[in-house]
């Protein structure tokens, strides 16, 4: 006590010290604001110019390869092991996996999903996962307008030249080790970055972007009787909407009127899109990531033996819009819908040489 109170010297400067400390986690000033709602109802958003710069950057695209012709024989015809492209020209064909090599295997190349010496062999799990991803693109660029509308995706809007894209996701374990020892941290109360540094439950992705809970949590009477959510699951909604703004760079007013969260009149039409993007994201990992769970290899899973999965930041990476919105699924119209199966051309039938004919 007689030290705190030595002299009011020393008792600036540990103020100015502590001050310090707890400011290093904000973020300078000057912010830029720009009115996102109707005047007067605080719709702001902030952006910090000097992080955005960052984004920016990491948002280029790439540019696209010279167009090839539709003309000439069908992959499907020439090669021995064509089973989702099949009905593309050969030149087609080729630009595709030229553009697939620079979006997501620019070092190794061709052969980080090719045996070398027989390019029909499927005996790498990464040319296993790329069919499927070819099909996983083409079906939220055809089924998922709602939410990709005309812009679309390609492997790069995930991978950004990376076999394994950035932001991905496995299930938590909830009660790490040592959880018990300073009392049950039952999945929260951890400075995650997945829930931005806050004590929030740090991984709300299992429940809503896998499972089905219900996000909504607010009640809809006027007595608390009609509203059974509990605190935990408000936290988890919580937790969620976080994601959704960190992984787009944006405050939670992009969606929201904020005299009511839960009300959709008022709400900017951003918050229909995002609506239908959780539906999608839920959707693509049940449907295209977790049945690949088998094909990947061990050291690709989580803790608890999970596939990789796609949250909100995995397209997104600190956008509102991927890529800020520019196109590359214009230059690759091959990836816009599932292509229809392949029929090889019958073959010719040799006429057989009869010993007769011989003769
Ligand atoms: C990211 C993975 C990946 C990369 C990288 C890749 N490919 Fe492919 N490749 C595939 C997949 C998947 C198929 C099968 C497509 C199908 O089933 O419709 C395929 C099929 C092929 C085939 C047909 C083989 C046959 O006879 O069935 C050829 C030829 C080919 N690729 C060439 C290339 C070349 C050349 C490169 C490098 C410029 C390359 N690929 C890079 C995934 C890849
Ligand atoms: C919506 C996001 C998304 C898109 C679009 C996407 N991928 Fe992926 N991809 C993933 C995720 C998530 C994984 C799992 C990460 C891992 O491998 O651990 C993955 C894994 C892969 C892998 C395995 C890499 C490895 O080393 O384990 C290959 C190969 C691949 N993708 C190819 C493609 C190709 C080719 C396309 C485009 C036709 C594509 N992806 C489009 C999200 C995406
Ligand atoms: C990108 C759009 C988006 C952003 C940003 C966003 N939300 Fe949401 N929010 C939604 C959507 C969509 C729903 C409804 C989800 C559903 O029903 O599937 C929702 C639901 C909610 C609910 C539940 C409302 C109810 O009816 O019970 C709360 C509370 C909420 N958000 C709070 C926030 C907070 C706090 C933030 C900022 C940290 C935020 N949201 C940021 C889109 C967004
Ligand atoms: C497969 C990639 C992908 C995933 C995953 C994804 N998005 Fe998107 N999102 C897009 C694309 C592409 C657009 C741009 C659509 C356009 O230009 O019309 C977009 C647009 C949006 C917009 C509209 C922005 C505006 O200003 O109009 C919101 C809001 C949004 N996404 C929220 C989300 C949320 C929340 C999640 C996670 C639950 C999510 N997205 C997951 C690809 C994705």
Same mark, same amino acid.
């Given at each position: 006590?007689?030290?705190?109170?030595?002299?009011?010297?020393?008792?600036?400067?540990?103020?100015?010290?502590?001050?310090?400390?707890?400011?290093?986690?904000?973020?300078?000033?000057?912010?830029?604001?720009?009115?996102?709602?109707?005047?007067?109802?605080?719709?702001?958003?902030?952006?910090?110019? =000097?992080?955005?710069?960052?984004?920016?950057?990491?948002?280029?695209?790439?540019?696209?390869?010279?167009?090839?012709?539709?003309?000439?024989?069908?992959?499907?015809?020439?090669?021995?092991?064509?089973?989702?492209?099949?009905?593309?020209?050969?030149?087609?064909?080729?630009?595709?996996?030229?553009?697939?090599?620079?979006?997501?295997?620019?070092?190794?190349?061709?052969?980080?999903?090719?045996?070398?010496?027989?390019?029909?062999?499927?005996?790498?799990?990464?040319?296993?996962?790329? =069919?499927?991803?070819?099909?996983?693109?083409?079906?939220?660029?055809?089924?998922?307008?709602?939410?990709?509308?005309?812009?679309?995706?390609?492997?790069?809007?995930?991978?950004?030249?990376?076999?394994?894209?950035?932001?991905?996701?496995?299930?938590?374990?909830?009660?790490?080790?040592?959880?018990?020892?300073?009392?049950?941290?039952?999945?929260?109360?951890?400075?995650?970055?997945?829930?931005?540094?806050?004590?929030?439950?740090?991984?709300?992705?299992?429940?809503?972007?896998?499972?089905?809970?219900?996000?909504?949590?607010?009640?809809?009477?006027?007595?608390?009787?009609?509203?059974?959510?509990?605190?935990?699951?408000?936290?988890?909604?919580?937790?969620?909407?976080?994601?959704?703004?960190?992984?787009?760079?944006?405050?939670?007013?992009?969606?929201?009127?904020?005299?009511?969260?839960?009300?959709?009149?008022?709400?900017?039409?951003?918050?229909?899109?995002?609506?239908?993007?959780?539906?999608?994201?839920?959707?693509?990992?049940?449907?295209?990531?977790?049945?690949?769970?088998?094909?990947?290899?061990?050291?690709?899973?989580?803790?608890?033996?999970?596939?990789?999965?796609?949250?909100?930041?995995?397209?997104?990476?600190?956008?509102?819009?991927?890529?800020?919105?520019?196109?590359?699924?214009?230059?690759?119209?091959?990836?816009?819908?599932?292509?229809?199966?392949?029929?090889?051309?019958?073959?010719?039938?040799?006429?057989?040489?009869?010993?007769?004919?011989?003769?």
């Amino acid at each position: 006590m007689k030290d705190l109170l030595k002299t009011p010297a020393t008792w600036l400067k540990t103020l100015a010290l502590g001050s310090l400390v707890l400011l290093t986690a904000c973020e300078r000033p000057p912010m830029d604001t720009v009115q996102h709602g109707y005047r007067g109802t605080g719709m702001v958003q902030v952006y910090n110019p =000097r992080t955005l710069e960052g984004v920016i950057e990491a948002n280029v695209v790439p540019e696209a390869q010279p167009p090839a012709s539709a003309d000439g024989p069908k992959a499907g015809d020439v090669y021995q092991n064509v089973k989702v492209l099949g009905d593309l020209s050969v030149g087609e064909f080729t630009r595709l996996m030229v553009s697939m090599t620079a979006w997501v295997s620019p070092e190794k190349g061709c052969n980080y999903c090719h045996n070398a010496g027989n390019f029909a062999d499927d005996s790498l799990y990464t040319k296993i996962v790329a =069919r499927k991803m070819v099909q996983m693109t083409q079906t939220i660029n055809s089924k998922w307008q709602n939410h990709v509308g005309q812009a679309g995706v390609t492997c790069f809007t995930c991978h950004r030249g990376q076999p394994v894209p950035k932001f991905v996701w496995f299930t938590a374990d909830s009660q790490p080790q040592g959880s018990n020892f300073i009392g049950d941290k039952a999945g929260q109360n951890t400075p995650a970055p997945s829930v931005k540094l806050t004590s929030l439950p740090y991984d709300p992705f299992t429940s809503y972007l896998l499972g089905n809970e219900p996000i909504r949590v607010a009640g809809t009477t006027a007595l608390p009787a009609g509203n059974t959510s509990s605190i935990q699951r408000t936290e988890k909604t919580y937790a969620l909407m976080t994601h959704m703004a960190g992984s787009l760079g944006v405050n939670c007013t992009f969606c929201h009127n904020t005299h009511s969260f839960g009300a959709w009149d008022g709400a900017p039409p951003q918050r229909a899109t995002a609506y239908h993007g959780i539906r999608m994201t839920r959707e693509v990992n049940n449907d295209f990531l977790v049945p690949l769970t088998d094909t990947f290899p061990t050291e690709r899973k989580g803790e608890l033996g999970d596939v990789a999965k796609l949250n909100c930041a995995t397209c997104h990476q600190g956008a509102y819009k991927p890529l800020f919105g520019q196109s590359m699924l214009k230059d690759h119209p091959e990836l816009a819908t599932l292509r229809a199966a392949f029929a090889k051309a019958p073959a010719v039938v040799e006429p057989v040489a009869t010993p007769a004919a011989a003769q």
